[in-house]
T-cell receptor
């Protein structure tokens, strides 16, 4: 149980394009989903918290207009990196929490912006 | 600001020995602590958690110890196996379900 998937697992795009990453909870309903970014050999940094049907809450320093988050259902959240640039290249990881506060993480999406 | 941190960035352990990974936290309001294992190129995998009203919790081959007096958390892995090689993160939370991660400890198991 408590499986979270992400799609795609990796993506390469040109600078200036937008990329959408999906996060799904496969066997439970996720009241809250979280998006993290992880640079090589670093820890996970929380970008934003999203609750189904409401606007995401962004951490300080994260541009909400650049990282668009939609949490349309209890099993799906999407992160869109708009006008991506090379410095946005990173490992993006989502997590989902059900009724409790344990977060279950997806496998991550490797984004490379050329 | 307050953060969660780890004492050692790397740990090398002989296969079959026990491993101890340490974590220091500074947010006295933290009431929920979790250990995650992350293998290369993958997302974090939940290992074990503990709440602030406990000081010890055991799982399969793993034990988490919490010392609130000195704000210290540790993960003990019994009979370490090659598959235990990974980066281990401690994380803490205080009421809002947001997790703050430590820097991570890389565990390498020697055959």
């Amino acid at each position: 149980g408590a499986v979270v998937s992400q799609h795609p697992s990796w993506v390469i795009c040109k600078s200036g394009t937008s990329v959408k990453i999906e996060c799904r909870s496969l066997d439970f309903q996720a009241t809250t989903m979280f998006w993290y970014r992880q640079f090589p050999k670093q820890s996970l940094m929380l970008m934003a918290t999203s609750n189904e049907g409401s606007k995401a809450t962004y951490e300080q320093g994260v541009e909400k207009d650049k990282f668009l988050i939609n949490h349309a259902s209890l099993t799906l959240s999407t992160l869109t990196v708009t006008s991506a640039h090379p410095e946005d290249s990173s490992f993006y990881i989502c997590s989902a929490a059900g009724q409790g506060d344990t977060q279950y993480f997806g496998p991550g999406t490797r984004l490379t912006v050329l | 600001g307050e953060s969660v941190g780890l004492h050692l960035p790397t740990l090398s352990v002989q296969e079959g020995d026990n491993s101890i990974i340490n974590c220091a936290y500074s947010n006295s309001a933290s009431d929920y602590f979790i250990w995650y294992k992350q293998e290369s190129g993958k997302g974090p995998q939940f290992i074990i958690d503990i709440r602030s009203n406990m000081d010890k919790r055991q799982g399969q081959r793993v034990t988490v110890l919490l010392n609130k007096t000195v704000k210290h958390l540790s993960l003990q892995i019994a009979a370490t196996q090659p598959g235990d090689s990974a980066v281990y993160f401690c994380a803490e939370s205080s009421n809002d379900y947001k997790l703050s991660f430590g820097a991570g400890t890389t565990v390498t198991v020697r055959a």
